[in-house]
């Protein structure tokens, strides 16, 4: 079975953009000079085609932060072991993370799902046990996963949201897992037709020569990968050869979230290049994304420009975890509060300009 017929469960529609012109009007009759409010207009309008309301409520906000290992990082790809992934994990669960501080503060649900963590977890308070392997295998050898796995991880990512994001229509992703970056950049590479030189960057901080080794290690997978695959060119061969579990699961919940009509918040460049997957897969997704910060990767910003978007923050960060999530959704309720209760020119007798 391929691939486009696993995405036939992802009925997603295109937004209502016969609700266009109607909502740019009540933008453009606030009581304010004509585009004053930025990007934050450009927001509101975005909520309100996705939700299909000119009166927006962001109700119940969820973030998912996948987690899962890479065989890949055997080679020395990141600055931390991977090891790392699991500690993070009993980090998130502890509350202790920048996630979860983030969460805390705007008041949003956070869920951590172990997709393919390299280790059984004894203690699962707190955690959504949706692990498909205990990580996937090297992609310098070979497919990171086989197809019974991609599509348990699509799937799983589905569930996960219809079971945990009920009465939430707005949710954000966010990912840990030492070695994502490297398939990320390799994913990007192929997705957006890009010398790999452009996509891969530091990650977890990574001197220039360990930069090197990454990018070499990198190069040699892609040209196994196009020496050993013949039909290489299909993206839907690229994904479940490079993509970790954590990444497809994600994938489908994003796909999952945009077929329920709810708001996607994406994080940084791991998280973007898993919605550059989802837009192979169906570019309708595209409508139901919100791109919530420039991450330092320098990757980054090229895949949004692929994605003909643009970032709400640019911070600087570089983390994942979704925290981009948890720091522009506050900036998403006002987009949300300025188009429901700001005046009309109208409504408070105030003269617009000539």
């Given at each position: ?69 890479h065989g890949i ?114 994913l990007m590479s ?33 040209e196994r990968y ?129």
């Open positions: 079975m391929g691939l486009k017929n696993d995405m036939k469960s992802f009925n997603i529609r295109p937004v209502n953009r016969l609700m266009d012109n109607q909502i740019q009007e009540i933008i453009d009759n606030k009581t304010k000079p004509l585009g004053s409010l930025g990007r934050l207009e450009t927001k509101a309008k975005r909520i309100a085609l996705i939700l299909n309301n000119s009166q927006p409520v962001l109700e119940h906000p969820v973030i998912f932060v996948f987690a899962g290992d990082a055997a080679e020395g790809v990141s600055a931390y072991p991977s090891a790392v992934t699991r500690q993070m994990v009993e980090n998130f669960r502890r509350g202790g993370a920048a996630i979860n501080v983030f969460c805390r503060q705007h008041r949003i649900k956070l869920h951590v799902v172990d997709a393919g963590v390299d280790f059984d977890f004894e203690d699962k308070t707190g955690i959504i046990d949706a692990k498909v392997n205990r990580g996937t295998r090297n992609f310098l050898h070979g497919p990171a996963m086989t197809h019974e796995e991609f599509q348990q991880a699509l799937q799983k990512g589905a569930e996960v949201v219809n079971l945990h994001a009920q009465g939430s229509n707005i949710i954000g992703f966010g990912e840990m897992g030492i070695g994502n970056t490297s398939a990320s950049s390799v192929l997705i957006c037709k890009l010398p790999l030189e452009e996509c891969i960057g530091k990650g977890t901080g990574l001197s220039n020569a360990q930069l090197m080794h990454k990018f070499l290690v990198l190069q040699r997978a892609l196009k020496a050993n695959v013949p039909d290489w060119m299909d993206l839907n061969q690229a994904i479940p050869y490079f993509a970790g579990f954590e990444m497809v699961m994600m994938a489908g919940a994003m796909l999952q979230t945009a077929s329920l009509g709810k708001v996607i918040m994406v994080d940084g460049f791991i998280a973007t290049a898993v919605f550059a997957c989802a837009y192979v897969m169906n570019p309708l997704v595209r409508e139901y994304a919100v791109f919530t910060h420039l991450s330092e990767e320098q990757g980054h910003a090229k895949l949004i420009e692929f994605l003909q978007s643009e970032p709400l923050l640019n911070l600087k960060l570089r983390l994942g975890e979704g925290t981009g999530c948890a720091l522009a959704y506050p900036i998403l309720e006002s987009a949300c509060l300025f188009l429901r209760e700001m005046a009309s020119f109208e409504s408070a007798g105030v003269s617009q300009s000539s």
